[in-house]
């Protein structure tokens, strides 16, 4: 009769501290080992097994809650009441209004802002407002923004569809996609527009990702766009075209007239005699009695082109001693004065030098990590390179 009662005990309270475990997500305690002859009672192993079950289950669950706990503590904790969906309206709200002071207070300090239709991302909100004054500036005020569908699944990270329209009449070509990101204070740190294009390629741009997929396979990383800026596109393609000037007009490919090493003695003498009488000076001295370079005038309309042309190219000693860009290319005189008789040959290879030098200098200061205006030129002072305003 003892041994049946203690059996029952264990039958009517085990399962209670197997259900008080699971419920609190508490390990569950370890039950002392019953004695020989409870063991032979098959109430005790009926017992046991769910227990032992249940047991397995608190372990596996307080796993899960530790492991969840952990993940918790990593995340950043919302502490605003805000969802990135209440965020964002509220943006899109101050830009229809033209309220660029509300936009910005709802951007981090730390803000970066997309706009898919230019090249690069406007970073801090230095940057992000300019963009919106200009843009509040520029756009009719009766354009709206008005979102079609938006995400609210998320609380700190949200997309939508939009479109914009005047007058409830909606604009050509002017549905989007966006996509914001918001901090735990409420405020966005990304966004990124993506604007429907005006031209409509169709299958052609599939063929054009088929043509270019080989090239991109061989750049690799350099195939990014971000890598541009390090190459020297512009210089490139203004010596390309130096190239062909000097291969067409000079060496006369295919252009009419000789080429420049078979110029006529004809030719150098009409070129000088128009180089004595540069802007008529020498023509008015020898009206008025002064005769020491002899007046050996050419044709009219000759010497009026020549000095015409003469004197667009003193116009380009200003323009290249003010050139901001151009502040790294040195020598500059002897380059203008070399337009004075050729002006393509001399002013192409100083356009060609101004680009290529401030490339370079950009790409140093890109991989020192020095934080310059993104719209700034570069030069070289001395021994260091120096951002030029614009």
């Known amino acids: 009769m003892g041994t049946f009662q203690q059996t029952h005990r264990v039958q009517a309270h085990t399962p209670t501290i197997c259900r008080l475990s699971l419920n609190t997500g508490l ?6 080992t019953p004695h020989k002859h409870l063991q032979q009672v098959s109430g005790w192993q009926h017992c046991m097994g769910p227990c032992r079950a249940a047991a397995v289950q608190v372990v596996s669950l307080s796993g899960s809650m530790q492991s969840a706990e952990a993940q918790a503590r990593q995340q950043p904790v919302s502490t605003s009441s805000r969802t990135a969906k209440e965020v964002v309206t509220e943006f899109y709200s101050n830009y ?11 951007m981090a300090d730390n803000c970066e802002y997309h706009d898919m239709i230019y090249a690069e991302a406007f970073r801090g909100k230095r940057e992000v407002r300019a963009f919106f004054d200009k843009a509040v500036a520029t756009i009719p005020s009766d354009l709206k ?12 990270f949200v997309g939508l569809k939009w479109h914009c329209d005047i007058d409830g009449h909606e604009f050509p070509f002017s549905r989007g996609c966006s996509f914001y990101e918001v901090n735990e204070q409420g405020l966005i740190v990304s966004g990124r527009d993506l604007v429907e294009s005006a031209v409509k390629p169709g299958g052609a741009a599939l063929q054009a990702l088929r043509l270019l997929a080989p ?23 203004v010596w390309a075209f130096y190239a062909g000037y000097m291969t067409y007009i000079m060496g006369n490919v295919g252009a009419p007239g000789d080429p420049i090493w078979a110029t006529s003695a004809q030719t150098l003498k009409e070129v000088l005699h128009e180089s004595l009488n540069f802007f008529y000076v020498n023509i008015f001295l020898n009206k008025v009695g002064i005769t020491f370079i002899p007046d050996l005038a050419e044709h009219p309309t000759s010497e009026a082109l020549f000095n015409f042309v003469n004197a667009w190219s003193m116009m380009f000693l200003p323009v290249m001693l003010s050139d901001k860009k151009g502040a790294g290319v040195k020598n500059k005189l002897p380059l203008w004065l070399g337009t004075q008789f050729l002006t393509n040959v001399f002013f192409v290879p100083y356009m060609a030098l ?31 390179i120096i951002p030029v305003s614009s």
């Open 27 to 32: 390990r569950a305690p370890q039950l002392p």
């Open 354 to 384: 101004r680009e290529l030098i401030n490339r370079l200098c950009l790409v140093v200061i890109l991989k020192s990590n020095v934080q310059v205006p993104e719209k700034s030129h570069y030069s070289i002072n001395t021994r260091k």
């Open 145 to 156: 923004f008005r979102i079609d569908a938006i995400s609210d699944h998320d609380p700190r």
């Open 215 to 237: 090239l991109v396979r061989m750049l690799g990383p350099n195939a990014n766009p971000a890598k541009l800026k390090e190459l020297p596109i512009a210089a490139g393609l």
């Open 96 to 106: 229809n209004a033209g309220n660029v002071d509300g936009i910005m207070g709802l």
